[in-house]
């Protein structure tokens, strides 16, 4: 069964962009590795990315465990950080890290480029954006982030991720183009994933579980109705604001726009020794922009009420 409203309705999706950046990291791997997927674990176990220029800056927290001491802290990511390109990975879609995005961003270029000389010598990275010129880093940035859409059966002009998601990124690297998507196509790149065929079986297993270790469930996966259900899940939001008399402007509170959008796979398996409680297993995609208020309880009450639809649907 499907059903949509305004499903064609086209706006920046904010940080859910951040599943086409993944994207683009994991078909350069799947492209470079196409038979192989132990050397695509190895890639993303035991590269090690030290955070540069790209990284700048960010308000997201990231949990870091420093071995030696054994201390478990959490700040923004900061210039000479070190991590593994998975732990990038998973910062950069479980708390929406925008420093992380851009680091795995920036890898997935070299990575498009290099095949299996990847990764270069920290040393030599400056020298590789560099030689590219302009143009050639606009080209890379497509044919890193855009192509893969494409590929894997989506269209460029309903999703689109155009740019970097720092400022360092952005002045690094211009990705030459507007970022947006629509519901239906976010849809569609969902589907493709729960049918194993986002670039390949190995790919859609993998990102599937890393949006299933989003931290901290917000907006629509708050819904309490979801408490026992696995949720697979991304958020993001965009706002901005102008003068307005008798309004005061507060995050995610724009009157300019207020673009707030939701993906979430819901599964269930209850514990219902009578047999009266159905298992459901279903896709939700959501944008909004509603103006002048937080619309995360709007986005949690859709939540209750979809998953009550689904389960009166599936009651026989």
Request: aromatic residues 10%.
């Amino acid at each position: 069964a499907y059903a949509e409203w305004r499903g064609d309705h086209r706006q920046n999706i904010g940080s859910v962009g951040k599943m086409l950046g993944a994207l683009g990291l994991l078909q350069a791997l799947a492209d470079t590795y196409p038979e192989n997927a132990s050397a695509r674990e190895r890639v993303l176990r035991e590269t090690i990315l030290t955070a540069d220029d790209f990284s700048q800056h960010d308000h997201h927290t990231v949990h870091m465990f420093d071995v030696e001491t054994r201390e478990l802290t959490r700040r923004s990511i900061e210039i000479g950080d070190q991590a593994t390109l998975w732990e990038y990975l998973n910062w950069m879609l479980s708390v929406s890290s925008n420093s992380a995005a851009a680091m795995v961003m920036r890898d997935a270029m070299m990575l498009r480029a290099l095949g299996v000389d990847y990764p270069p010598p920290d040393a030599d990275i400056d020298g590789f954006f560099d030689q590219l010129g302009s143009s050639g880093r606009t080209e890379l940035f497509q044919r890193t982030f855009w192509e893969p859409v494409t590929r894997n059966g989506l269209e460029l002009d309903q999703i689109r991720q155009g740019s970097f998601f720092t400022q360092g990124g952005k002045k690094r690297v211009n990705g030459g183009g507007n970022s947006y998507a629509t519901a239906r196509s976010l849809m569609e790149f969902l589907l493709t994933m729960e049918q194993g065929q986002l670039v390949d079986e190995w790919t859609s297993r993998l990102f599937k579980r890393m949006l299933y270790l989003t931290e901290r469930r917000i907006r629509y996966a708050s819904s309490p109705a979801l408490r026992d259900a696995a949720v697979y899940f991304k958020s993001g939001s965009l706002y901005s604001c102008k003068k307005e008399e008798g309004f005061k402007c507060g995050k995610y509170r724009g009157n300019v726009r207020n673009y707030m959008n939701s993906v979430a796979i819901v599964e269930t398996r209850p514990e219902d020794p009578a047999g009266e409680l159905p298992e459901l297993h279903y896709v939700v995609t959501l944008i909004s922009n509603v103006l002048r208020e937080n619309s995360a309880v709007a986005h949690q009450t859709l939540g209750t009420e979809i998953h009550r639809l689904m389960q009166e649907r599936h009651a026989d």
